[in-house]
């Protein structure tokens, strides 16, 4: 079964920056699209990068410009590179494939001074 292993979360401060790694078990991570993901309590799980299988990444306006999405196919791992962080980032991170699939438990990011 597909599993993924999420790492890297913490407090920090505003603009400051944090990277998020991701290990995928269960499936051929190099033939699927992976992504990064976040939730906010009461709001719904948003899609925030994803990074096709020959590593090209697409990002939602909110986080363009300042998240950066990579992959290790010999790792079986996906990060995310958050630079520049804004209170509203503050959510649990998660990875899964896209479309999604079941998810870890994910990681928690806490922007705040």
């Known amino acids: 079964q597909v599993q993924f292993v999420e790492s890297g979360g913490g407090l920090v401060q505003p603009g400051g920056s944090v990277r998020l790694s991701c290990v995928v078990s269960?499936?051929?991570?190099?033939?699927?699209?992976m992504g990064w993901y976040r939730q906010v309590p009461g709001k719904e799980r948003e899609l925030v990068a994803r990074?096709?299988?020959?590593?090209?990444?697409v990002y939602s306006g909110s986080v363009k410009g300042r998240f950066t999405i990579s992959r290790d196919n010999a790792k079986n791992t996906v990060y995310l590179q958050m630079n520049s962080l804004k209170t509203d980032d503050t959510a649990a991170y998660y990875c899964?494939?896209?479309?999604?699939?079941?998810w870890g438990q994910g990681t928690q990011v806490i922007v705040s001074s």
């Open positions: 899964n494939k896209f479309p999604a699939t079941s």
């Open positions: 269960g499936i051929i991570f190099s033939r699927n699209i």
């Open positions: 990074i096709f299988e020959n590593g090209s990444p």
